[in-house]
């Protein structure tokens, strides 16, 4: 029944040299996602609901593409075996990311419903489809999931209408998993996991992941890492033993610490989990959201990658990602995923959530639960409302003006710097 997979069935060279490469507009014959929707999800099925090795396109395939294109994409994988637990479905979906990237003239970007594939020039002359998208991962996950899976069926749509419908029944799992960790504390938990996948791009750049500090692509949480643990224990999620707490307001532990220094070749030898201001954790380039401090407004704002305007503190997304996103820890700003912010730790050592002070609208709307549940905790029920937007204001002095108007907590509270 086993599938014994030694070379990946693609007209492309395919290793881990080719991770690193990207593919440039020159280059470029089609993108997916990026300005377009591209998603990807791996469920577990039935092991008779699927057939092993079952690759459907539907919608245009690379013949119905010209240069220059940019289409939807959704990638959807689904994974069968006597030994495959629904919690194991986010640690293949994270793979998703290097395993295409292996690909000679192909890049991929992001995960989740953020993905971005390139495909350049040369990939396609050779014969790259959108159908071995899906080949890759079939063959990929045999071989390195092999002990716990035994089929692999691919479902890649290209059509807008059928990647919508296929994002909102992926947002709906993420939100399901992302849920997992909610009535769990760092307190109660003694021990918290690293993650280093990300370090390929970012050498120095290691996550820890905390019940309530997700890892900032928004992919992995403390649950994930720990099943990741079990189904490879030389993987890049490690158990660390959290050890003496020597900040409790910043979030700061001993043996996250040495684990970090260690892990970064001695290149960060601290950080703090619950702080932007002082010492934030490293910052890679597929954080989900990068918040960044507003001194003028007491406060923080975020940005999130979907979001391409202009933002309070200066600088776009991109430009945020590009300067800070290469693994280093940089006082002022920090990436971290979406469902973070509606973590009870989130900034807790600058204030938590009352000093956020900015978001995208589209962001705000997609948290609205969340937020709604802070701010009754933290006694501001209507904080949602207090954040400004895009559609009030984009530089520092309006917003600012804006929080007086409306009484915004971070108004009030103590510097936040000093
Ligand atoms: Fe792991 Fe962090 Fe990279 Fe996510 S961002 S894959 S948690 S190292
Ligand atoms: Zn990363």
């Not at 014969?127 to 080949?135: A, C, D, L, N, S």
């Not at 684990?259 to 950080?271: E, H, L």
């Amino acid at each position: 029944l086993k599938t014994i997979v030694t070379k990946v069935d693609i007209p492309l060279s395919y290793g881990a040299a080719f991770e690193g490469e990207r593919v440039r507009k020159d280059d470029l014959f089609v993108e997916f996602g990026g300005k377009k929707q591209a998603t990807e999800l791996v469920e577990m099925a039935e092991m008779d609901e699927i057939e092993d090795n079952k690759i459907v396109v539907i919608g245009k395939e690379m013949d119905d593409v010209k240069k220059g294109d940019k289409l939807d994409l959704g990638i959807y994988v689904q994974v069968a075996g006597r030994k495959f637990q629904p919690d194991f479905e986010p640690i293949l979906e994270r793979q998703i990311h290097h395993l295409i990237n292996y690909a000679q003239g192909v890049m991929h970007i992001g995960q989740r419903d953020i993905s971005w594939i390139r495909l350049g020039q040369p990939a396609v002359e050779k014969g790259f489809k959108v159908r071995h998208i899906g080949q890759i991962l079939h063959d990929m996950f045999h071989k390195e999931f092999g002990s716990i899976l035994d089929k692999v069926q691919v479902t890649l749509y290209t059509d807008p209408k059928d990647v919508k419908a296929f994002t909102e029944k992926a947002r709906a799992m993420y939100k399901a998993r992302d849920s997992r960790v909610e009535n769990m504390t760092d307190e109660n938990e003694e021990i918290f996991y690293s993650c280093t996948l990300c370090q390929s791009f970012a050498p120095s750049h290691v996550c820890v992941v905390s019940p309530e500090r997700t890892g900032l692509c928004g992919a992995y949480n403390w649950m994930d890492c720990k099943a990741s643990f079990e189904i490879n224990p030389t993987g890049p999620n490690q158990p660390i033993e959290k050890g003496e707490c020597l900040d409790p307001k910043l979030g700061m532990w001993k043996g996250c610490n040495d684990f970090v220094a260690k892990a970064s070749r001695g290149k960060i030898s601290q950080y703090n989990f619950y702080s932007i201001v002082y010492e934030p954790m490293t910052t890679c380039g597929c954080c989900e959201c990068i918040a960044a401090l507003l001194p003028g407004c007491n406060g923080v704002m975020t940005v999130h990658r979907d979001y391409t305007g202009e933002t309070p503190c200066g600088m776009k997304f991109t430009t945020l990602a590009g300067v800070m996103g290469g693994g280093q820890s940089s006082p002022g700003f920090v990436g971290h995923s979406k469902y973070n912010i509606i973590q009870r730790k989130y900034i807790a050592g600058d204030g938590g959530i009352k000093r956020m002070v900015w978001m995208p609208k589209s962001l705000k709307e997609e948290l609205r639960e969340g937020l709604l549940r802070r701010g009754e905790e933290v006694g501001v029920p209507d904080l949602i409302d207090k954040i400004c937007d895009e559609t009030i204001a984009i530089d520092e002095a309006s917003v600012y003006e804006y929080l007086q108007k409306v009484g915004h907590p971070a108004v009030e509270m103590d510097p936040i710097v000093g």
